[in-house]
């Protein structure tokens, strides 16, 4: 899998993928993220650019996500650059079901060991049975459950292994 930084130039296809997603978890009944806040702008406010990747296989782009080094959110007791958090992945509907969510996480695994970094932390909405089933079926442990930003959600840790 190689792996693309988002640039002023790729934003768009970074915020067409959430988006998509976005779009089809409500199609599903499983809203997640607010298209609204979905786009280059709406994301810079919150992100950095240098955070956001793009995922591509064969030349295909197969899913997005972001990895924070610090988030002051959902993790405001760590420090700095002490874990990797992962947010926003998704993988293209077309892609779905094929393993990339996998290999997603392993090249966010793979960025951190590249920076020293022995860990992998990310959140979940409490009621998505499938989704945290995916994350435990990966190697994250349930670290607690908070009500944050008025969400309910689990907080998940994995450490690296060399």
């Known amino acids: 899998m190689q792996i693309v930084n988002v640039?002023?130039?790729?934003?768009?296809?970074?915020?067409?993928?959430?988006?998509?997603?976005?779009k089809w978890l409500d199609s599903i009944g499983q809203s997640m993220w607010k298209a609204k806040n979905l786009s280059p702008a709406e994301l810079l406010k919150n992100y950095d650019i240098t955070e956001m990747k793009l995922c591509y296989e064969d030349e295909k782009l197969v899913g997005v996500y972001i990895l924070q080094f610090y988030d002051p959110l959902f993790w405001s007791e760590l420090n700095k650059n002490e874990t990797g958090i992962i947010h926003k992945l998704a993988v293209s509907r077309e892609f779905s079901k094929q393993?990339?969510?996998?290999?997603?996480i392993e090249s966010a695994e793979l960025l951190c060991?590249?920076?020293?970094i022995k860990s992998l932390r990310l959140n979940c909405g409490t009621f998505r049975p499938r989704l945290r089933n995916f994350y435990e079926s990966v190697g994250f442990e349930m670290v607690d459950r908070v009500f944050i930003?008025?969400?309910d959600q689990i907080r998940y840790y994995k450490e690296l292994t060399e």
């Open 7 to 22: 640039n002023e130039t790729n934003i768009e296809l970074f915020s067409k993928i959430l988006t998509d997603s976005a």
């Open 113 to 116: 060991r590249k920076q020293g």
């Open 99 to 104: 393993g990339y969510g996998r290999k997603i």
């Open 149 to 151: 930003d008025n969400r």
